[in-house]
């Protein structure tokens, strides 16, 4: 049964540690990652984009499965179905469809659209009972078509937001999506500092999780992030173990081309980098 984010990351701001949210984009990736929380007793967050909404044919189509993934594998953590960086219009698609926690990130907006817009959005979410994630100041880089300047979140603005509401909230404090550069300057802690000295024991989460070192993954954590979102690494390991696969000729082998061993090795790829999150985000066991 899905949840709720809410409980779930409350527990984790009062347990100190974080619960992942991992990208999902086909079956492949929804069963590694839920199977390897059951296997971990770890809450988890799938998260879904517009655009691997769209590739899945539809938010309708995403719920089914995960709902029915759920059921015949006996996943008993507590996982939340949340989309990620929605659109106005895609929350209510998401609502409409049956997912348990959205996302509404109107950071590109004026900070009075923003506000209006999330404010009726936490209205028809909480009507429902599901989460609602906002964001701040918007996150650098690009992912799946969402592309962002990478704004530090004004606190003050920050404040505003969290007092609509919301269960939990994105702030840009010099986090970026994709790989990392080589200059990038690092997470901005005095930033998130402020804001979590205005919005008290709220919920903040830290998206562009990949390539984060752990020692800033493990600051941030004191500071209040109780999410944080991984979609690159998973696709840089399931990309990584598939050209070996490849480059071995196993393919050839057999029928080493059928689509179930093709696609195994990615799977175990994803698996691998999941369960190495969970453990430096401090969310085994917290289930």
Request: with cysteine.
């Given at each position: 049964?899905?949840?709720?984010?809410?409980?779930?990351?409350?527990?984790?701001?009062?347990g100190?540690?974080?619960?992942?949210?991992?990208?999902?984009?086909?079956?492949?990736?929804?069963k590694?990652?839920?199977?390897?929380?059951?296997?971990?007793n770890?809450?988890?967050?799938?998260?879904v984009?517009e655009?691997?909404?769209?590739?899945?044919?539809?938010f309708?189509?995403v719920a089914?499965m995960?709902?029915?993934?759920?059921e015949?594998?006996?996943?008993?953590?507590?996982?939340?179905?949340?989309?990620d960086?929605?659109t106005?219009?895609?929350c209510?698609?998401c609502?409409?469809?049956?997912?348990?926690?959205?996302?509404?990130?109107?950071?590109?907006?004026?900070i009075?659209?923003?506000?209006a817009?999330?404010?009726?959005l936490?209205?028809?979410?909480?009507n429902?009972?599901?989460?609602i994630e906002?964001?701040?100041?918007?996150?650098?880089?690009?992912?799946?078509?969402?592309v962002?300047?990478?704004?530090?979140?004004?606190?003050?603005e920050?404040?505003r937001?969290a007092?609509?509401?919301v269960?939990?909230?994105?702030?840009?404090?010099?986090?970026?999506?994709?790989?990392?550069?080589?200059?990038w300057?690092g997470?901005?802690?005095?930033a998130?500092?402020k804001?979590k000295?205005?919005?008290?024991?709220?919920?903040?989460?830290?998206?562009?999780?990949t390539?984060?070192?752990?020692?800033?993954?493990?600051?941030?954590?004191?500071?209040?992030?109780a999410?944080?979102?991984?979609?690159?690494?998973c696709?840089?390991?399931?990309?990584?173990?598939?050209?070996?696969?490849?480059?071995a000729g196993?393919?050839?082998?057999g029928?080493g081309?059928?689509?179930?061993?093709?696609?195994?090795?990615?799977?175990?790829?994803?698996?691998?980098?999941?369960k190495?999150?969970?453990?430096?985000?401090?969310s085994i066991?917290?289930?």
């Amino acid at each position: 049964m899905l949840v709720t984010a809410t409980e779930m990351l409350k527990k984790a701001v009062e347990g100190h540690y974080a619960v992942g949210q991992f990208n999902i984009n086909n079956l492949e990736w929804t069963k590694a990652i839920l199977t390897t929380a059951q296997e971990n007793n770890s809450p988890v967050i799938l998260g879904v984009s517009e655009g691997a909404g769209k590739y899945m044919t539809g938010f309708g189509t995403v719920a089914a499965m995960v709902k029915a993934m759920m059921e015949s594998l006996n996943i008993t953590v507590p996982v939340a179905l949340h989309l990620d960086h929605g659109t106005y219009e895609g929350c209510y698609k998401c609502i409409k469809a049956g997912f348990s926690s959205i996302m509404f990130d109107g950071s590109h907006f004026p900070i009075d659209e923003n506000v209006a817009k999330t404010t009726e959005l936490v209205h028809a979410a909480h009507n429902i009972g599901l989460s609602i994630e906002a964001e701040v100041g918007s996150i650098g880089g690009e992912e799946d078509g969402v592309v962002g300047a990478g704004e530090i979140a004004d606190p003050a603005e920050c404040k505003r937001i969290a007092d609509l509401g919301v269960d939990f909230l994105a702030a840009g404090i010099g986090n970026i999506h994709g790989k990392y550069p080589a200059n990038w300057k690092g997470l901005d802690f005095g930033a998130l500092a402020k804001i979590k000295e205005l919005i008290g024991d709220l919920p903040l989460v830290l998206h562009g999780g990949t390539g984060i070192p752990a020692d800033m993954i493990k600051e941030a954590i004191s500071l209040g992030v109780a999410k944080i979102n991984v979609n690159t690494e998973c696709q840089l390991y399931f990309q990584d173990a598939t050209r070996k696969y490849i480059e071995a000729g196993k393919d050839l082998e057999g029928k080493g081309y059928d689509p179930r061993k093709l696609l195994a090795p990615g799977y175990e790829g994803i698996k691998t980098i999941v369960k190495e999150k969970m453990e430096l985000f401090g969310s085994i066991d917290k289930a």
